[in-house]
Protein backbone atom coordinates (compact mmCIF):
# COMPACT_ATOMS: atom_id res chain seq x y z
CA UNK A 1 0.00 0.00 0.00
CA UNK A 2 1.81 3.64 -0.33
CA UNK A 3 1.99 6.16 1.75
CA UNK A 4 -0.20 9.35 1.20
CA UNK A 5 -0.14 12.44 2.55
CA UNK A 6 -3.09 14.58 2.66
CA UNK A 7 -2.63 18.21 2.13
CA UNK A 8 -5.22 20.64 2.30
CA UNK A 9 -4.64 24.33 1.69
CA UNK A 10 -6.46 27.47 2.41
CA UNK A 11 -5.24 30.70 1.01
CA UNK A 12 -2.01 31.11 2.81
CA UNK A 13 -2.15 28.30 5.47
CA UNK A 14 -1.32 25.04 4.33
CA UNK A 15 -1.88 21.77 7.01
CA UNK A 16 -0.78 18.58 6.35
CA UNK A 17 -1.87 15.10 7.94
CA UNK A 18 0.78 12.33 7.87
CA UNK A 19 0.11 9.00 7.29
CA UNK A 20 0.97 6.20 10.95
CA UNK A 21 3.75 5.00 9.08
CA UNK A 22 5.12 8.83 8.43
CA UNK A 23 4.57 9.72 11.74
CA UNK A 24 6.20 6.22 12.95
CA UNK A 25 9.26 6.90 10.49
CA UNK A 26 9.38 10.83 11.92
CA UNK A 27 9.02 9.67 15.31
CA UNK A 28 12.42 6.75 14.35
CA UNK A 29 14.29 10.03 12.72
CA UNK A 30 13.95 11.98 15.54
CA UNK A 31 15.18 9.70 17.75
CA UNK A 32 18.07 9.12 15.07
CA UNK A 33 18.92 12.58 14.90
CA UNK A 34 19.13 12.90 18.49
CA UNK A 35 21.39 10.34 19.07
CA UNK A 36 23.97 11.27 16.25
CA UNK A 37 25.99 13.58 18.42
CA UNK A 38 27.00 11.24 20.77
CA UNK A 39 27.65 8.60 17.61
CA UNK A 40 28.29 10.42 14.53
CA UNK A 41 32.23 10.54 15.21
CA UNK A 42 32.44 7.18 16.13
CA UNK A 43 30.48 6.21 13.10
CA UNK A 44 32.34 8.53 10.36
CA UNK A 45 36.36 7.52 12.65
CA UNK A 46 35.01 3.72 11.84
CA UNK A 47 33.53 4.88 8.26
CA UNK A 48 37.29 6.68 7.10
CA UNK A 49 39.22 3.53 9.06
CA UNK A 50 37.77 1.04 6.81
CA UNK A 51 37.70 3.11 3.41
CA UNK A 52 41.53 3.68 3.94
CA UNK A 53 42.16 0.19 4.51
CA UNK A 54 39.76 -0.75 1.32
CA UNK A 55 42.08 1.99 -0.56
CA UNK A 56 45.29 1.00 0.31
CA UNK A 57 44.27 -2.76 0.04
CA UNK A 58 42.96 -2.02 -3.69
CA UNK A 59 46.11 -0.04 -4.56
CA UNK A 60 48.21 -2.78 -3.31
CA UNK A 61 46.08 -5.03 -5.49
CA UNK A 62 46.86 -2.79 -8.69
CA UNK A 63 50.40 -2.95 -7.83
CA UNK A 64 50.87 -6.41 -7.90
CA UNK A 65 48.88 -6.86 -10.66
CA UNK A 66 50.96 -4.23 -12.85
CA UNK A 67 48.36 -1.89 -13.77
CA UNK A 68 49.21 0.85 -11.25
CA UNK A 69 51.92 2.79 -11.74
CA UNK A 70 52.99 5.12 -8.99
CA UNK A 71 51.97 8.54 -8.38
CA UNK A 72 55.17 10.23 -8.67
CA UNK A 73 56.03 7.89 -12.13
CA UNK A 74 52.34 9.33 -13.30
CA UNK A 75 52.76 12.72 -12.48
CA UNK A 76 56.14 12.62 -13.98
CA UNK A 77 54.99 11.94 -17.17
CA UNK A 78 52.37 14.73 -17.14
CA UNK A 79 52.72 17.10 -20.29
CA UNK A 80 54.40 20.40 -19.13
CA UNK A 81 50.71 22.01 -19.22
CA UNK A 82 49.97 20.32 -16.13
CA UNK A 83 52.64 22.10 -14.34
CA UNK A 84 50.56 23.36 -11.62
CA UNK A 85 49.04 19.63 -10.78
CA UNK A 86 53.20 18.50 -10.43
CA UNK A 87 53.68 21.32 -7.97
CA UNK A 88 50.44 20.43 -6.11
CA UNK A 89 51.30 16.99 -6.00
CA UNK A 90 55.08 17.52 -5.36
CA UNK A 91 54.03 19.88 -2.58
CA UNK A 92 54.93 23.36 -3.82
CA UNK A 93 51.90 25.27 -3.36
Known sequence: MPRTKKTESTGNVT???????????????????????????????EFWRRLDGQVAT?????RDRGFLASVGERLSQLPPADATINAIAGGAL
Not at 15 to 42: L, N
Not at 58 to 62: A, D, F, G, L, N
Open 58 to 62: EIVKQ
Open 15 to 45: SSTQTPEDQIAQAIADRYFEAIPEVAPKIAS
